[in-house]
């Protein structure tokens, strides 16, 4: 069983930054890939951006592809999201989850443990 809380949401300008953050509990975490996905009203759950267990590969949706970069450190049990030059349509509530093999995906529904969310609002 894997917990995930998210943070760093927020309210910024179009054009600013901001750095989010998922913690994991459990001592396996380097055997999860991870994922960011994001959902805005009245949409479907979206791909943004994955990573492999042991980090050396990642993977990103082309919306955000130059923009976003997601990285990992196992050692604090943490997957992060930075975030440059965001637009008013990053606006959404951003959800981490964890895939229990090391292989990454782009597919909401192969992820097998997902935290509560954070909201990003992006003001233009």
């Known amino acids: 069983q894997v917990q995930l809380v998210e943070s760093g949401g927020g309210l910024v300008q179009a054009g600013g930054s901001l750095r989010l953050s998922c913690s994991a509990s459990?001592?396996?975490?380097?055997?999860?890939?991870m994922g960011w996905f994001r959902q805005a009203p009245g949409q479907e759950r979206e791909f943004v951006a994955a990573?492999?267990?042991?980090?050396?590969?990642?993977y990103y949706a082309d919306s955000v592809k130059g923009r976003f970069t997601i990285s990992r450190d196992n050692a604090k049990n943490t997957v992060y999201l930075q975030m440059l030059r965001l637009k008013p349509e990053d606006t959404a509530v951003y959800f981490c989850?964890?895939?229990?093999?090391?292989?990454?995906?782009?597919?909401?529904?192969?992820?097998?443990?997902w935290g509560q969310g954070t909201q990003l609002t992006v003001s233009s």
């Open positions: 989850a964890a895939k229990s093999t090391r292989i990454p995906t782009m597919r909401p529904s192969e992820y097998d443990y």
């Open positions: 459990g001592r396996t975490f380097s055997t999860y890939a």
């Open positions: 990573i492999s267990g042991s980090g050396a590969y990642t």
